[in-house]
């Protein structure tokens, strides 16, 4: 057995009933009394801000509300009636940045209703009763195509089927979820979550999931524009961004996203290699996720190296405050310009930047960490654009997702416009089915 | 989805929820605004007779009694009647009744005891179209000082009197709403049976007065330095209202009137509490004052939830559920013996339990040098002060002894049979048991 000490990649470094402690839930779910006295903080706001800052606008106030009164299951279809996915919401939204930020009790006292948990509470209740509450309107005859089985093309594909539709959703991956399977931090979605979700949702009937097939290899536009009455693209952002640093190639040198994905689909973390040395690069979730998740796997030194200052860190100060209490070292104003390494990484040398307001530059002063591993997280790209309009570097929608293709909508992370996140790609995905479900029956 | 639609009295509403006469309900604007937010029903605030207006005082109206974190449990109002011309409000509840005919409009109505003030009025509300009217005989403050209101409620006679003169000369339901003021309200509640009255609303308001403000020495709500009693409701008094009602619903004079229960409906469960108490309805004011209209999705949701559980399909199949366990003291079962029973995996140790027990109660709890709380079976006579004050819900529990069980207290068998108080040996007055 390996230890934190071990030098170069290497797995087991700590025993299994730790690993086992380390990845499980980050927030424990509420007991019903810790649920009754943090619903009993929420003050009923009138046009609650709450409401206002949650991308899918779910019904704050209410849904606490009718935990309070002791009736989670209604308060979990107040959720859902606005995000079918809200189970994972709860688990992953950065409610700091969101709808606990715009609590009132934030405001005064800096301690918001614990809104994420509440919400994890209802939607749990009603789950375990294994009841999908849903019932599907009549069948339309109208079939579309989703591609992706993310969090955009889930919701789209319920909202739909909800109204009568026959929906086929075509994933490239074996399993759906997208990256609610496989990107997000195992601690933030226990016990295969992603997939009893998946599985929960879809009891609404009438959708069908077709794994291993991807938009572009096994899937053309034209083909899917045929064959349906309409389509949704949600596939994400498949690709990663380079580095554009000296060494890249050099072994030890990974995308934070794959090392994300062996994390969530192993079922075994002693098997799991991870560096003495670890440094990711980048400032968001995802480079979080990896520098917790190596230093909870039981890598000795964790270095996040960001290029700008801590401000310009997309990564909540929550998701900074809880990388830091794992231990994680946070460098600020560095940026990688050479691997060094015979073959293998050994050093990352890094520049120091500033930003005098005319654009982040490098200083020329440079530093070497030692590294056995390097995870690059500076952001994904669109892989398959699938033919149609550009908007930077995402496909370009207007109003409820419409792409510059008549019948084809878009919506989540490959699409223009909205944050990269699970609840807005939830929220994308319904307004686009709403939009499909008005425009294929005609009432727009 | 549990059918929430009520029938009272042949007024039909989507749901039981009515908003009260009182602030909420004083203008077209609030009572549009209610109805959009989903209420059932309304009692339009109270109507005087013609004349010059009402006047109101120009300072606080209000005075409330709050928990530790300002939630609102109880709140007392100094507010009169509709201050507004009696032509307008008659305009305005005939155009909102006709833009909204599903739901329920009654008119709440005071004017002076005298058949002429009555007979006046009762056919401009007519007019409007309105669903039936409501009796203000409850209000507690000012207007009883005018010999109306309370002061009309608190003589059952004039109950009478008055509800026969509406029901002469107005062909639509008439709820009479009793002021709580009173020593026994089966009495108001039977004359205004004997008076025709279709139905009763309860309670009113109750004389209060919320707090003194030990700088100025004047009472709160405090107008210009000195205060008047007020009319208390909210929260708080939920459990008064309560008695009051199943006092009527199974009271055998008045057995079957139809109620409308008011006192501080809050949730759905409160609503389920007065429903299953004989009332046909509730009526809501302090909770929408305090949370909005849109509190009465919660209930909506709450009472439909509650509903669909217990397999209930109609709001009628709920009312009067509780009224048969309403009884006298007398006919409590006395053969009855519980125990109080303490969770150890539950318990937090933090001896509120035994400080009421040992300081104010039977001794029957007893503490260990490590802070291990067991109940003394020998003491305990189960009143229940423990679980009512222990933080931990469910940590202690009245567990019943099964009868040929010795209770280690009296040394007695727990029996079976059933035996109250009126064939008690020590009982001076028993009958033999036949």
């Known amino acids: 057995m390996s230890s934190p000490m071990t030098p170069g990649i290497a797995a087991a470094r700590l025993p299994q009933e730790m690993l086992a402690e380390n990845f499980d839930d980050l927030h424990a779910p509420y007991a019903p009394h810790e649920a009754a006295v943090a619903a009993d903080r929420c003050y009923f706001c009138h046009d609650a801000p709450c409401v206002t800052a949650c991308p899918t606008d779910i019904d704050i106030p209410l849904f606490i509300r009718q935990i309070s009164t002791g009736t989670p299951e209604s308060a979990a279809k107040t959720i859902f009636d606005q995000n079918i996915l809200g189970g994972m919401c709860a688990r992953v939204c950065p409610t700091e940045d969101l709808c606990e930020q715009a609590c009132v009790r934030e405001l005064a006292e800096g301690k918001p209703v614990e809104i994420g948990r509440l919400q994890r509470h209802a939607t749990d209740t009603l789950m375990a009763k294994q009841r999908h509450p849903y019932d599907r309107a009549p069948e339309t005859g109208k079939k579309i195509a989703v591609v992706g089985a993310g969090p955009a093309g889930l919701a789209c594909a319920h909202r739909l089927a909800m109204h009568g539709h026959d929906v086929t959703i075509y994933d490239a991956e074996a399993k759906a979820g997208g990256l609610n399977e496989f990107g997000i931090a ?24 077709k794994p291993g097939m991807r938009l572009g290899d096994d899937l053309t536009m034209e083909s899917l524009t045929h064959c349906f009455d309409a389509v949704f693209l949600g596939v994400g952002l498949g690709g990663v961004n380079a580095l554009r640093a000296d060494g890249e190639d050099k072994g030890g040198v990974r995308d934070a996203v794959d090392f994300i994905k062996d994390l969530r689909q192993t079922d075994d973390l002693t098997a799991l290699p991870v560096g003495r040395d670890v440094v990711v690069i980048g400032g968001g979730m995802t480079a979080v996720d990896a520098a917790v998740q190596s230093k909870l796997l039981g890598a000795q030194n964790v270095t996040i190296a960001y290029r700008r200052g801590r401000d310009a860190m997309s990564a909540s100060e929550y998701e900074q405050d809880l990388a830091a209490s794992k231990g994680v070292r946070l460098m600020f104003n560095a940026q990688p310009v050479a691997i060094h390494g015979n073959g293998a990484v050994r050093e990352i040398e890094l520049e120091y930047t500033s930003d005098n ?47 510059s293709q008549a019948g084809v909508w878009a919506g989540g992370d490959c699409a223009s416009g909205g944050d990269d996140l699970t609840v807005t790609a939830v929220a994308e995905g319904r307004d686009a089915a709403m939009d499909i479900h008005a425009t294929l029956m005609g009432s727009t | 989805m549990a059918d929430l ?25 609030n009572v549009r605004r209610a109805f959009e937010a989903g209420w059932g029903g309304v009692v339009w605030k ?23 974190d300002r939630r609102l449990l109880g709140l007392n109002n100094i ?9 307008v409000n008659l305009e305005e509840i005939t155009r909102v009744k006709a833009d909204y005919p599903d739901r329920a409009m009654i008119v709440s109505i005071m ?60 062909d639509k339901p008439v709820i009479v709403k009793l002021t709580p003021n009173i020593t026994d309200v089966r009495k108001p509640a039977a004359a205004a049976m004997r008076g025709g009255a279709d139905a009763v609303s309860l309670i009113n308001t109750i004389n209060s007065i919320t707090s003194v403000n030990l700088d100025t020495m004047s009472p709160e709500p405090s107008i210009d330095g000195k205060g008047s009693h007020g009319g208390y409701c909210g929260p708080a008094v939920k459990p008064i209202a309560m008695s009051m009602v199943s006092e009527i619903a199974r009271n055998p004079e008045t057995h079957g009137l139809p109620i409308s229960g008011i006192g501080g409906v809050t949730t759905w469960r409160d609503a389920a509490e007065f429903i299953s108490l004989g009332c046909g309805n509730v009526q809501v004011c ?45 006919y409590l079962n006395l053969n009855y013996v519980a125990k109080a029973k303490i969770n150890q995996d539950d318990c937090i140790k933090c001896g509120r339990c035994y400080a009421a027990c040992e300081d104010t109660s039977h001794q029957a709890i007893a503490m260990s040098d490590d802070r291990t709380f067991t109940v003394i079976d020998e003491e305990c006579v189960a009143c229940n002060l423990c679980v009512d004050v222990c933080p931990v819900e469910d940590c202690i529990i009245m567990e019943a002894m099964q009868p040929g069980e010795v209770d280690p207290r009296t040394g007695k068998v727990v029996e079976k049979e059933y035996a109250n108080w009126t064939t008690h040996p020590n009982n001076p007055g028993a009958v033999a048991a036949e």
């Open chain 2, 286 to 330: 302090t909770a929408a004052m305090t949370y909005g209209f849109k509190i009465v999705e919660e209930m909506k949701s709450g009472l439909s939830q509650w509903m669909d559980e217990k397999g209930y399909t109609s709001v009628e199949e709920v009312i009067g559920r509780a009224v048969p366990n309403v009884t006298d003291w007398q």
């Open chain 2, 5 to 29: 639609t009520t029938d009272f009295l042949g007024i039909k509403s989507p749901n039981p929820f009515w908003l009260a006469s009182a602030p909420p309900t004083d203008k077209e604007y």
């Open chain 2, 111 to 170: 004017v002076p005891c005298e058949e002429q003030a009555w007979k006046d009025i009762l056919p401009r509300v007519a007019a409007t179209g309105a669903d039936g009217i409501e009796l203000n005989f409850g209000c507690p403050h000012g207007m009883s000082e005018r010999g109306m209101g309370a002061a009309v409620g608190q003589v059952p006679e004039y109950i009478e009197m008055v509800t026969r003169w509406c029901k002469q000369y107005y």
């Open chain 1, 357 to 403: 307001g005319t654009g982040l530059k490098g200083t020329g002063e440079t530093i070497r960490l030692a590294a056995d591993q390097v995870f690059k997280a500076i952001g994904q790209m669109l892989t398959t654009d699938g033919g149609l309009n550009l908007e930077g570097r995402k496909i370009a929608v207007t109003g409820a997702g419409r792409t």
């Open chain 2, 79 to 87: 507010e009169l009647i509709t201050d507004r011309p009696l032509e």
């Open chain 2, 46 to 68: 109270t109507l005087g007779s013609e004349g010059p207006p009402v006047v109101n005082v120009n300072g606080p109206r209000y005075g409330a009694i709050y928990g530790a």
């Open chain 1, 186 to 209: 195992a601690y933030k979605s226990t016990d295969d979550f992603a997939a009893r979700e998946v599985d929960w949702l879809m009891g609404i009937g009438g959708i069908e999931i």
